[in-house]
């Protein structure tokens, strides 16, 4: 039997996109290798959104180069962001690479590699226009009681920093009926906790039919619903798009988690301008406000970005301000890199690297102060838990 191994960069929706890469390979018949050098397939799923992402792939990629040399027969497939970003170039930059795919034409492996993995198409790329929803492929999930089920797919924002609406395309959301029939079979299955992904979650259904009962909130009441959910989270939402009626639902529903990751980018107003946030740091402040008042005990979460174009040190500080206001559980933290193609990284006034890396050191010191806090608030307190495995750095 041939082998593949597969090696998952990036975000939630690049994890479920491998689990439905290891369905299609296993559907044609190959099993999974324990190691890279075993295998006779090795699949990267690549992400794009920064620089250092980049970087590792580079290094990776080294190592699947050297293995091939070795072993001729091998297949090196890249899919993912990357891929899709760099379409044009991958097979000159790297042309050991047999085959690329993007996020939204996965299917394609299935044609190239054929049944067993044998008859590779050489330097083949899933074609731009015909995506689908990676959703509809067979799945080899990681875990037997958690599950991600994709709601939409692409981004109809316009966030300046951004490059994932340029690789994964217009939002198109996918059919609740499908959702539902997806949610059904887990449960049966035993999964307990759903996650329900996209890149603006809650601008789902907006796409699809005006006749009312297909909005975010909707399909939050029908998912609840679901005998056997216990546990629903969801990610992204973008502030902008968390509206009252979600914000009942997930007061309403009994399995909705209490946590909100809500990705405040930045606390200054005028920055949050400069990136296309649409809201401002007072608005933010009022969503917090009321998605506490809404739901007690209600962990928070977040994504920001230091050393945006124009950032001074008094934007930077209004950032640490509402850190601390929020009081957030946990927090990415992230240096602004610029991405080819969007606009901030045309913008003048880049902010240099050694003042980037100073505000990130402090900006975690903070998160990681807070974050404590709250853990040290639960302490001596009962609570429902959900064991997904050993640790990863203590077994
Ligand atoms: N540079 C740094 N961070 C970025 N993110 C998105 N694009 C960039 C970029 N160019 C961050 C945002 C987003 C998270 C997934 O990654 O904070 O919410
Ligand atoms: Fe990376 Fe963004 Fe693509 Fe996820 S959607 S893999 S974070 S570039």
Redesign the pocket.
């Known amino acids: 039997m041939r082998r593949y191994f597969v090696t998952t960069f990036g ?1 939630q929706m690049n994890a479920h996109d491998s689990e439905r890469i290891k369905g299609l390979l296993e559907d044609l018949g190959l099993g999974e290798a324990t190691t890279q050098d075993e295998a006779d397939v090795v699949v990267f799923n690549t992400c794009t ?2 620089e250092k992402p980049d970087q590792r792939l580079a290094a990776h990629l080294g190592n699947a180069a050297a293995l091939k040399r070795r072993k001729p027969g091998m297949v090196v497939a890249v899919g993912g962001c990357y891929a899709e970003a760099q379409r044009e170039r991958i097979f000159e930059r790297y042309p050991f690479v047999d085959v690329a795919f993007g996020p939204g034409t996965i299917r394609h492996l299935g044609d190239w590699l054929g049944a067993g993995g044998v008859g590779v198409a050489r330097h083949s790329f899933g074609t731009a226009g015909e995506r689908r929803f990676s959703a509809e492929l067979p799945t080899q999930r990681e875990r037997p009681v958690q599950a991600w089920v994709q709601v939409s797919m692409g981004c109809n924002s316009v ?1 300046a ?4 609406p340029q690789v994964r395309g217009r939002e198109v959301s996918r059919r609740p009926g499908e959702i539902l029939a997806e949610v059904t079979a887990l449960a049966r299955q035993g999964v307990r906790e759903v996650t329900l992904l996209g890149q603006n979650v809650n601008s789902y259904g907006r796409d699809l039919a005006p006749d009312a009962t297909t909005g975010f909130a909707e399909l939050l009441r029908a998912v609840d619903s679901v005998d056997g959910i216990e546990r629903i989270r969801f990610t ?1 939402p973008h502030p902008k798009d968390f509206r009252p009626d979600v914000i009942e639902a997930m007061a309403g529903c009994d399995a909705v988690c209490e946590h909100a990751h809500l ?1 405040l ?1 930045s606390g200054s107003t005028r920055i949050l301008k400069s990136m296309r946030r649409t809201y401002s740091r007072e608005r933010y402040l009022r969503l917090v406000a009321d998605l506490r008042g809404a739901i007690p005990d209600l962990a928070l979460t977040t ?3 230091v050393g ?1 174009p124009g950032e001074t040190e008094a934007d930077f500080l209004e950032t640490l301000e509402v850190t601390e206001e929020v009081g957030f559980d946990g927090a ?1 933290t ?6 080819t193609g ?1 606009e ?2 045309a913008m003048p006034d880049q902010v240099p690297e050694e003042l980037k890396r100073e505000r990130i050191e402090r900006l975690i010191d903070l998160v990681q102060r807070i974050a404590g806090d709250c853990n040290r608030q639960r302490v001596g307190r009962t609570e429902q838990v959900l064991v997904e495995g050993p640790s990863r750095t203590d077994p």
């Open positions: 975000c959104i920064r966030c920093y951004c490059i994932v992204s990705p980018q994504d920001v970005i945006f990415f992230f240096v602004y890199s610029p991405r969007t901030a990284a």
